[in-house]
DNA sequence: AGCACGCCGACT
DNA sequence: GTCGGCGTGCTC
């Protein structure tokens, strides 16, 4: 074999256990010098083509059989750095999941690609066949001939060697492109032009006032037509007559080119943030890695130390990676960092078409902008000498991805900090557990901020006890109390926020006649009311049934609707304030782009009272001139299947009161329960973050739950509930074998819902101490799932899991 | 994941 | 005798 062959290790587009590692291809010459780690190419996989990611490229192969050659190259430049293929790979092995998948999670959506399968004739075709299938058309798509009923005729052609099979892959990604145009004349010979055009050409004597007005500059097609009420024919005319060329331009979309942001001078730190600040910076400066935690109360200014360590790193031209839980909430942090850093700063998130997302991703990955600003995946944002990173509300679960790879941002960023040697900085009013527990160890470094930067009192929170209602034969779902504050306050013209957890009008409705609850069919979950188009709605497979008039099975027309949802207070808030304006902000009602925005408009425009809404009215809203906040029912979040159910209603009850009071008039919180001494409102009450973490550990550490162990969890689901149970039996039993020190099975049990979509849920926990101790067996795991897939039985692998339903 | 290869039941 | 069912194993 010539000695200049070059090889490219290639991870394909499959995602299974067999083929998890990197495939030995050929470099074709002429891409020798050119095919880099990083790169997209297409290269041909058993029968067919697959996409695959380069991670490395060498000048020899172990693999010992005639190797293939990659057929396309789909990228000029790599589309992952080292040190994502680095990242993707430790990953993989740590989650449990496939490299492919890490890989795909890293990079925007538009650079994944479609496959396509079409017929083509080949060279033995009969010439009545070629007549049938491929006179007015090259070739035949595998879709259009199983939509035609020609598939089963051309396979036999297939086998027959007539046609042939093809597999073709492609690319989504578009770059814009728009028109601009390019004054040829000068001024004079312009001027000449006009003296020569007839009168009634109006159109024409516009264009070439512009033109003249350019003096030679270029302008886009899309400003022309916009600012000047010219048309593309009239410019195409112009270009034929020689007064301009008309050329294309490649253009990043920008979804924030309307956003009108002062700039805002970074602010004067008080003596707690500029501590803070003091303590992070040095380590911009000097490349070191540490966590911190900057824990510090509502209103404490931890944004401002953000800008400003952002700022420091600027200055050092290192860039910044800034994390929020859903940025669509929370606009006031995108105006800030725009106000501030401009187009230094590229917007990622969910909202964004893919179009704008790749775009925005381009700007990072060409150093147009060196400030990314995102969600959960933005951690993997295509920044190179990071400066710092930070991470707000750090205790947000959204930063666990809930499907695969079931990466958690936090661990990622400690990762890309260790790799680029920079601070990360974990900021949040109420740290999770774990992230407090480690800045007790020493791990972390605790920074904390423990005055408001407005120097007012945290607002007053009352803890409602609704079993007295209950026993006053109140039946609303206002306390007298909630209900007399919602009348002072709208009587002030403030403004009020309500949060309740649960959408929908009722919770489930039942028969009086016979005590039939109404199911999901797919899903053991009763299915909830909504009013709004009367209908009964799965909240879990979404499946959707009109509103009865009679029961199904006693034909009985007393159908009565039982627990509350945004809707049915909604109804309610109607009938006891009649005079308050409200909106409702839940899944339901933000569902189209811009619909947040418009809701949230409304507040602060003050066309609104009242805002009613689920747990996302709980987050980074700043409105000044709400200065009441309900919160229906705390115990919903209470009492889930999860041990983090008490961490949770604490934050979230404490997110929800740093709504009130934001301005300068003061804020009060009512929180409505059926247990009002439970220890997680007791504490949130008080504001005491510390005392409630001191409680909850001495909880965990009795229970044996994080931080104090990892949990692993195993989900096992099957159509067949029996095929199913026994399956995560057998996991046990190889986890019970396996025989691991300090490691702790739980279960199998079955799932908080037993059954969504027709599976039926398993789930197996195991608890450990020494995460390389339980590599071996879980990988063995692992790969028996992969036969088990073969059947059907699937099964979840969830390093930490946020959530247990 | 796909797809081919290969070994058993009901049909021209 | 063959067509086609889907169990098994492989993809550089």
């Known amino acids: 074999m010539a000695n200049n062959q070059r090889y490219a290790q290639v991870i394909v587009d499959v995602p299974t256990m067999q083929v998890n590692h990197p495939f030995d291809y050929i470099i074709p010459s002429q891409w020798a010098n050119f095919v880099t780690p990083g790169m997209r190419v297409q290269v041909p996989f058993g029968v067919r083509e697959v996409l695959g990611f380069v991670v490395e490229v060498s000048d020899e192969s172990n693999i010992d059989r005639e190797l293939k050659s990659i057929s396309a190259v789909l990228d000029d430049e790599p589309v992952l750095t080292s040190e994502m293929l680095q990242l993707g790979k430790e990953l993989a092995t740590q989650l449990f999941t496939f490299q492919i998948l890490c890989f795909q999670t890293m990079i925007p959506n538009l650079l994944k690609v479609d496959y396509t399968k079409v017929f083509v004739p080949l060279p033995t075709i009969s010439w009545e066949h070629q007549q049938q299938f491929f006179s007015s058309q090259k070739e035949v798509s595998w879709d259009a001939a199983n939509q035609n009923q020609q598939l089963a005729t051309l396979m036999q052609l297939k086998s027959a060697g007539e046609v042939a099979v093809e597999y073709r892959l492609k690319d989504k990604k578009k770059i814009k492109k728009a028109y601009w145009i390019q004054p040829l004349l000068d001024y004079e010979e312009l001027q000449e032009v006009e003296s020569q055009l007839r009168p009634q050409a109006t159109k024409q004597q516009d264009l070439v006032a512009v033109l003249m007005d350019l003096d030679g500059e270029n302008i886009s097609a899309k400003q022309l037509k916009a600012s000047f009420n010219l048309s593309m024919q009239t410019i195409r005319s112009g270009e034929r007559k020689g007064w301009l060329t008309v050329f294309e331009k490649e253009e990043k979309r ?8 002062e700039t805002v001078e970074p602010k004067t730190l008080f003596p707690e943030q500029q501590q803070a600040f003091n303590r992070i910076l040095p380590d911009i400066h000097t490349h070191r890695h540490e966590v911190f935690l900057l824990q510090g109360v509502t209103g404490s200014g931890k944004t401002e130390v953000y800008l400003q360590l952002i700022q420091a790193a600027r200055d050092l031209d290192k860039t910044a990676l800034l994390l929020v839980p859903e940025i669509g909430l929370t606009p006031q942090m995108v105006n800030q960092l725009k106000g501030r850093f401009g187009n230094d700063v590229a917007v990622l998130h969910s909202q964004l078409t893919a179009g704008e997302r790749f775009d925005e991703w381009r700007k990072l990955k060409h150093g147009e902008a060196h400030i990314a600003v995102g ?19 750090e205790h947000e679960t959204t930063y666990k991805q809930n499907n695969a790879p079931r990466y958690h941002a936090r661990e990622v960023a400690k990762w890309r900090g260790n790799y680029h040697q920079c601070p990360v900085v974990l900021g949040s009013a109420t740290p999770s557990l774990e992230t407090r527990a480690r800045a007790q160890n020493g791990v972390y470094e605790r920074l904390t901020l423990t005055k408001r930067t407005n120097h007012h009192e945290l607002p007053d929170v009352q803890i409602v006890d609704m079993r007295e209602e209950f026993k006053h034969k109140n039946y609303y779902q206002f306390s007298r109390k909630l209900r007399d504050a919602i009348t002072e306050t709208l009587a002030r013209h403030e403004q009020v926020a309500l949060m309740l957890n649960r959408r929908g009008y009722a919770n489930y409705i039942q028969c009086m006649d016979c005590g039939h609850v109404f199911q999901c069919p797919n899903c ?95 987050k980074g809203l700043d409105f000044p001139n709400i200065t009441l906040v309900g919160i229906i029912n705390a115990d919903t979040s209470l009492y889930l299947p999860n041990f983090r159910a008490s961490e949770q209603t604490f934050q979230l009850i404490t997110q929800m009161s740093g709504r009130a009071g934001r301005g300068d008039l003061p804020g009060q919180v009512f929180v409505q329960t059926f247990n009002p001494e439970h220890y997680a409102l007791q504490f949130a009450k008080a504001h005491d973050y510390e005392k409630f973490y001191a409680y909850e550990m001495r ?71 020494n995460r390389h101790a339980i590599q071996p067996i879980l990988e063995t795991i692992k790969n028996k799932a992969q036969e088990w897939d073969r059947d059907h039985i699937h099964v979840m692998m969830d390093v930490e899991p946020m959530s247990f339903m």
Do not use: W
């Open 254 to 261: 920008d979804p924030y080119a309307d956003l009108v942001t």
């Open 375 to 393: 969600a959960r995946s933005s951690i993997f944002a295509p920044l190179d000498n990071l400066g710092i990173i930070i991470i707000d509300e």
């Open 524 to 618: 053991d979950v009763s299915l909830t009311r909504h009013n709004e188009d009367k209908t009964l709605k799965c909240h879990y497979c979404g499946h959707t049934e009109a509103l009865p008039q009679f029961c199904p099975e006693c034909r009985g027309h007393h159908l009565q609707s039982f627990g509350t949802g945004t809707e049915k207070v909604e109804q309610e808030i109607m009938e006891l304030f009649p005079e308050a304006n409200v909106v409702r902000m839940d899944n339901d009602t933000t569902r189209r782009k811009g619909s947040h925005q418009k809701i949230l408009n409304k507040v602060a425009n003050h066309e609104a009272d009242i805002l009613l809404g689920t747990q996302m009215i709980a």
């Open 699 to 769: 909880y965990r550490k009795l229970n044996h739950y994080s931080p104090y162990v990892f949990t692993i969890r195993l989900t096992v689901s099957h159509f067949d509930e029996k095929t199913g149970l026994r399956t995560a039996f057998k996991i046990r039993r190889l986890l019970q074998e396996a025989d691991v020190p300090q490691t702790r099975i739980l279960g199998p049990s079955q799932s908080a819902i037993a059954r969504i979509n027709n599976q039926y849920y398993f789930q197996v926990l195991y608890h450990y101490r």
